[in-house]
């Protein structure tokens, strides 16, 4: 009888602790796995593969090496099941490319806020004509970087498989040319575990 | 008053909480790393002891370029029996030892099996890197 005083003071101690909110920073690079579903590990080893593959295709790297060419990113195409914020992988691997020092880009997102900006300096009387931005300086993309997103899930009673494909691609504009294409696959497997 | 059977419903699951909990406490978190010189190719290989330091070898490293952007490829070799579930990261430094795009790469999974070996590779994020990391964790 003593003994189970004891341990139902261990056990009630161990429930306090388990309730105490315990809040900490965490590496955003380690490896996620805290469900089946999209995670950051995915878009982080998507991105990380994507920009390697572009930047370092022969021809890209040809035509990269003399100039910095000007490219549009479209949206992706999310064909899984889940709902996927594909905006996000596309700013990533857009940012990456930036840096790398071998891309330049149009950003189609900021067009309506840029357009009112310049409306204001034009219209508004309050900018020097000589300082403001004028209309129809800017330059077109010559590339447009676009892609698709699928993902095939399989289940039995104990066992969850997720394949993930992500594919980009880069066409130029005028001619109608892919010039590249990169691919992704992921592969997550779970099973159910009453441990 | 029904009598508890107090082993079979309290000693056992509390014993194989606290073993679950004494697992949990013992995950170890290894590192091992690699720099390569651009120019001289020099390799400093750091282990900690532990499960990951004694089954993996990094066998073979190798630099190239992709136009001006450092190509980097570490072959990963598997000398035990059991498959190993790893993570792998490269850092990216400059001429002065600085870390370029700090966390711009993920922590990447990977499965081996056993007596494998396994090549994996990265292209540095902008020119000025000329040397790379490799770390290894499980």
Redesign the interface.
């Known amino acids: 009888m003593k003994l189970l005083k004891i341990l139902t003071v261990i056990v009630a101690s161990l429930v306090l602790v388990a309730c105490s909110n315990k809040i900490s920073y965490g590496d955003a690079t380690s490896v996620e796995t805290t469900t089946m579903g999209f995670g950051s590990t995915d878009l982080q080893s998507i991105a990380a593969k994507l920009v390697d593959d572009l930047i370092a295709f022969p021809p890209i790297v040809q035509m990269t090496s003399a100039r910095r060419p000007v490219v549009f990113v479209d949206k992706v195409k999310n064909k899984t099941t889940e709902h996927i914020d594909t905006e996000s992988i596309t700013d990533t691997i857009q940012t990456k490319l930036l840096q790398s020092g071998k891309f330049r880009f149009v950003d189609m997102t900021a067009v309506k806020a840029v357009q009112e900006q310049m409306q204001f300096q034009m219209d508004s009387g309050m900018v020097d004509p000589g300082k403001a931005a004028a209309f129809g300086k800017q330059t077109g993309a010559e590339f447009m970087l676009y892609g698709n997103m699928s993902s095939i899930v399989k289940r039995n009673s104990d066992a969850k498989d997720v394949y993930y494909k992500f594919t980009l691609k880069l066409v130029n504009l005028e001619s109608g040319i892919m010039e590249w294409a990169g691919e992704k696959e992921i592969r997550k497997s779970g099973e159910k575990s009453f441990f | 008053m029904k009598k508890i059977d107090?082993q079979q419903i309290?000693l056992k699951p509390?014993a194989l909480a606290c073993l679950?909990m004494g697992l949990l406490a013992c995950a170890v978190n290894e590192t091992a790393s690699v720099t390569v010189d651009g120019s001289q190719a020099t390799q400093i290989i750091e282990t900690n002891s532990g499960v990951l330091s004694d089954n993996l070898r990094i066998s073979d490293t190798n630099i190239g370029y992709?136009?001006?952007?450092l190509?980097a490829q570490v072959t990963i070799t598997n000398d035990s029996d059991e498959h190993l579930d790893f993570?792998y990261?490269f850092k990216w430094l400059d001429k002065d030892g600085f870390e370029i795009?700090v966390?711009?790469?993920?922590?990447?999974?990977m499965l081996i099996t056993p007596f494998e070996s396994k090549s994996v590779?990265?292209?540095a994020?902008?020119?000025t890197a000329n040397s790379f990391k490799i770390l290894m964790q499980n």
Request: hydrophobic letters at 35%; zero cysteines.
């Open positions: 107090f309290v509390l679950s992709a136009g001006n952007l190509k993570r990261k795009a966390d711009g790469r993920p922590w990447t999974p590779q990265a292209v994020p902008n020119p």
